[in-house]
């Protein structure tokens, strides 16, 4: 913003020439300081503000303003900008002043960046500041070398550039550009220091604020993990989407502010989130906040794998039988992790029976293998045969998951131990409700949270992931030599 010799008001008020509306009202005051000329000398005068006004860092009453100084007002942390009173019309001269590079405000001291990495960031700033030098002599010179009137307009064009040009910097350090323009007692503050203020202030407030929203929610679902009442589980839930939407809303403002940082936010939590989401991204099953419970249960159960005295053993004959199983899978377009399934069933072990006669790979009860169009008669068992097992198996899923949808697969995980006609009793509760249709009440997370589900099928689910993260992660978990 460029100014003459007229006075500068500076504050929170609607009317001063250099407003900061949105600043915090603990540092910036409605009518906090003000620049005036005086005996061809600008003056920045604290006008009795609540925090002070400072140049260079010091504190001061009034001051007299040179090129380069700094003013800053309210307490550290409040809003900057940068003082040049113009000097020379070279557009070089005024290149070669316009970089600056600050630590942010409320930050540790700023990292150093390499020398090659300064002098490429720097470069692109001067390159821009001395294009806008250039357009401005242009425009001068066309104007009969008065003013032209574009000066305003050239330099928030040149600091949206170098604001782009910067966007990639480190959250350590960034830039920016101050300017001198050629004329006749011209004073110009380099206002970018304000919008960037501004704009790191508003994404801040965002980060907070949804930062606050996830406490809560983490609240919230530890709050569910020991409610046993319908009603009022009924009634967290509620408050839980209500929750979760915000934080999702303030996370897609953050992102049209600033992707990158969204993106780095969004990639957060630990090793053990950034696992349950890479499998939940593969079924298009992303949820917003994964119930604290199940994270747990499922670092049990990876926890007990990890340590089992036989893993290796199971290793290997999961090894063994792979190939074919993913053959089986793969002619039905399944994803693997729904193979762990013999894992948690019966070990890979193709003989394996249960004392509830379930018997093979995949453990199934002689109703189910006969539905599934398998052979148990006398003398005939094609469940002890892993291959017709697995086909069948295979075609078993692909039909939960049809039925329950690609997003749903834990339902179909679900359903292999429950039965599905267990799960559709669950749904049929569900619909039961208000808006009872929508996705986001027929998903294994709502009837998990909501306990619909026995608590071995809740357990169940878990445990199929963690077989899924140990035998993907073979040198991790030691599952081999």
């Known amino acids: 913003m460029s100014f003459g010799r007229e006075p500068v008001r500076i504050g929170r008020s609607s009317s001063a020439e250099l407003c900061f509306s949105e600043a915090p009202n603990a540092m910036v005051s409605t009518h906090h300081a003000q620049i005036v000329f005086e005996r061809g000398t600008y003056y920045v005068v604290d006008t009795s503000s609540t925090n ?163 406490r809560d929610i983490q609240t919230l679902q530890e709050s569910m993990q020991t409610e046993t009442d ?32 969204a993106a780095q936010i969004s990639a957060g939590g630990d090793e053990l989130d950034r696992e349950i989401r890479k499998i939940l991204a593969k079924f298009n099953a992303t949820t917003y906040a994964v119930p604290p419970i199940f994270r747990e249960r499922l670092q049990f159960h990876i926890d007990t794998l990890a340590a089992a005295g036989n893993r290796k053993f199971m290793y290997g004959r999961k090894q063994r039988y792979w190939p074919m199983i993913m053959k089986e899978f793969g002619a039905l377009g399944l994803p693997e992790e729904m193979a762990y399934i013999a894992w948690v069933e019966s070990g890979f072990d193709p003989t394996a029976q249960s004392g509830a006669g379930a018997l093979g790979l995949w453990q199934m009860t002689t109703t189910t293998a006969q539905s599934l169009g398998l052979t148990v008669a006398s003398g005939v068992d094609e469940r002890l045969d892993p291959e017709k097992q697995t086909k069948a198996a295979a075609a078993y899923l692909a039909r939960l998951l049809s039925e329950f949808g690609e997003d749903s697969f834990m339902l179909a995980l679900a359903s292999y131990n429950r039965g599905e006609n267990g799960v559709r009793r669950a749904l049929g509760q569900v619909a039961r409700e208000a808006g009872g249709w929508r996705k986001d009440k027929r998903d294994f997370w709502h009837l998990y949270r909501l306990k619909l589900l026995p608590e071995e099928t809740r357990e169940y689910v878990p445990k199929v992931l963690a077989a899924a993260i140990v035998a993907s992660n073979p040198q991790k978990y030691g599952l081999v030599n």
């Open 230 to 261: 319908p009603v009022r589980l009924a009634a967290l839930e509620d408050r839980l989407v209500a929750l979760t939407g915000s934080a999702q809303s303030a996370l897609r403002e953050l992102k049209l502010r600033d992707e990158a940082r």
């Open 52 to 214: 002070g006004t400072l140049v260079n860092g010091r504190k001061v009453v009034k001051q007299r303003l040179e090129s380069g100084d700094r003013l800053c007002f309210g307490h550290p942390g409040g809003p900057e900008v940068d003082v040049e009173i113009e000097g020379s019309d070279s557009p070089t001269a005024w290149a070669s002043t316009v970089v600056q590079t600050v630590a942010p405000t409320g930050g540790g001291p700023a990292s150093s960046p390499s020398a090659a990495d300064a002098t490429r960031h720097d470069t692109g700033t001067l390159r821009v500041a001395g294009e806008a030098a250039q357009q401005l002599a242009q425009r001068r010179a066309q104007a009969g070398g008065s003013h032209s009137g574009d000066t305003v307009i050239i330099l928030a064009q040149a600091m949206d550039r170098v604001s782009q040009v910067e966007r990639s910097r480190s959250a350590r350090r960034w830039r920016k550009v101050v300017s001198a323009i050629g004329g006749t007692a011209l004073l110009v503050i380099g206002v970018l220091a304000v919008v960037v203020f501004m704009q790191r202030q508003e994404l801040n407030r965002l980060v907070n604020a949804k930062a606050s929203i996830d």
